[in-house]
């Protein structure tokens, strides 16, 4: 069965200070994975799809990486609006065309 | 251009009453998906539209839920005799057919079961 883990759960950030968002997953077969950001009370923002090992992408403060295990949400001086929940999901090759998400992490940034 | 559209926002319905919500997919997506976010979990695949068919509706939990898709754009989440458990917010998402396609989702819908 497909599954991905978020950690931490929760994370509180100072203004400026750099972080990073983990995302563990198992599937068989990795078609793509997919960060989106979710803020309060709105559907989630898709942010960037990562289909290989050793890929990464930028935008903005963000950066996304991947490995064959996990991949990482780097975020460099964060601000305030950057506060948000960040979920995780995976699509699986030659399956459903589902996505498996993980239960998020929430990003608290202090001015 | 215009994005994922549901409806209502938000919804409150006393136990065993049916609902109904609705999505509007961004014009031209030809898949559609419904899922479930739950208090404290993770989104929850329910159900996946290509068209008008639903290849994959391996997510609804119970006969209580069904959904359709006319005109290969609208759809309608049907829940049955509601329950409390059924209470969660609910996200439709669109999205072209072919590999590596990005899902777009909506604002969501809220139903409280009282």
């Known amino acids: 069965e497909d599954q991905v883990t978020q950690s931490p759960e929760a994370l509180r950030l100072q203004e400026g200070e750099s972080s990073s968002l983990n995302c563990s997953y198992t599937v068989s077969g990795l078609r793509g994975l997919f960060w989106y950001r979710q803020d309060p009370g709105k559907g989630p923002e898709f942010l960037f799809t990562?289909?290989?090992a050793g890929e990464e992408k930028e935008k903005e403060r963000l950066k996304a990486t991947l490995t064959k295990k996990e991949s990482f949400l780097h975020i460099t001086a964060p601000k305030p609006e950057d506060s948000a929940t960040y979920l995780c999901a995976v699509q699986r090759q030659g399956g459903s065309e589902k996505l498996v998400f993980g239960k998020g992490t929430k990003l608290t940034v202090n001015p | 251009g215009a994005g994922v559209s549901q409806s209502p926002s938000n919804k409150v319905t006393e136990k065993g009453k049916d609902v109904e919500l609705r999505c509007d997919p961004i014009s031209g997506h030809t898949a559609l998906y419904w899922y479930r976010q739950s208090l404290g979990q993770g989104l929850e695949f329910l159900i996946y539209f290509q068209g008008n068919s639903a290849p994959d509706k391996s997510g609804l939990p119970s006969d209580r839920f069904s959904a359709e898709r006319t005109g290969g754009s609208v759809s309608t989440l049907t829940i049955q005799r509601t329950q409390q458990e059924d209470s969660a917010v609910y996200l439709c998402?669109?999205?072209?057919?072919?590999?590596?396609?990005?899902?777009?989702f909506g604002p969501g819908t809220r139903l409280l079961v009282l």
């Open positions: 990562l289909y290989s």
């Open positions: 998402a669109s999205s072209f057919v072919g590999q590596q396609e990005t899902q777009y």
